[in-house]
């Protein structure tokens, strides 16, 4: 029911939004004053009151100056309500309409937010969270990458850097696991390709993560991923030869 809801909201938002006649039923003093209520409203962490003044703004005064501020405001009531795929949906269509909307840098990080918050709650709690799903942790350090490279000066970028630096932890926790997993089993080509990874992609400021890497390219100094991948397969080889020959024996 809820998705119904959704997709008629966004219907909602670009019809009146792309209409070609201007649906203005009241004065923009009364966008205004909407808008305020909005605001207000989700300032008090009444979300339902908020959501219908913003969709009011949208709807009923389409082509105001407000409509703008009131389609990022939406979204940030989503994001509050915790409906995070629907605050992107609304973040994207207000960034391809509104490329360069003085609100733009806000939409672009919210919605790296959005994906960020659909992260695994317990990544750091179960035994093996390397085999979880966290494509959306890899989408929102994209964009807060491209945030961060578009908006150098926004005010928000503090916030930005230091969401950044939490999802990169993630998704170098899971290079690391993984490396330590291999290094284990002597797989060292894998351990060579999660660390060359992680340094090709992360800045690594923990010095607890730091030693794992040393530990890690102590069990397994640096080579050529060629070479690694040759000394592996002549290892399996060999193993394979001494199984024929129990084999052999035991028959």
Do not use: W
């Amino acid at each position: 029911m809820k998705k119904i809801l959704f997709v008629a909201i966004l219907a909602n938002i670009l019809l009146f939004s792309c209409s070609k006649t201007p649906v203005i039923r009241s004065t923009e003093s009364d966008a205004d004053k909407i808008y305020q209520e909005g605001l207000f409203y989700l300032d008090k962490g009444d979300l339902t009151n908020a959501e219908n003044r913003f969709m009011k703004v949208i709807s009923d005064f389409s082509y105001s100056k407000y409509e703008p501020f009131a389609t990022v405001a939406l979204g940030k009531t989503y994001y509050k309500k915790e409906e995070y795929m629907s605050a992107i949906t609304v973040f994207e269509t207000f960034l391809k309409r509104h490329p360069n909307h003085e609100s733009a840098p806000e939409a672009l990080l919210y919605k790296a937010n959005s994906y960020f918050a659909q992260k695994p709650s317990d990544f750091f709690i179960l035994p093996n969270p390397a085999e979880k799903d966290i494509a959306v942790v890899e989408t929102a350090v994209l964009l807060y990458k491209e945030y961060l490279e578009k908006y150098p000066e926004d005010k928000n970028r503090a916030a930005g850097e230091m969401k950044l630096e939490e999802a990169e932890a993630i998704l170098i926790e899971k290079d690391l696991r993984v490396a330590e997993f291999y290094a284990k089993r002597k797989k060292c080509a894998g351990v060579f390709l999660r660390l060359q990874h992680i340094e090709g992609n992360f800045q690594v400021s923990s010095e607890k993560n730091l030693q794992r890497i040393e530990k890690l390219k102590e069990k397994c100094p640096p080579k050529s991923k060629e070479e690694y991948f040759k000394i592996e397969k002549n290892e399996d080889k060999k193993e394979g030869d001494e199984g024929e020959k129990t084999d052999e024996n035991n028959e």
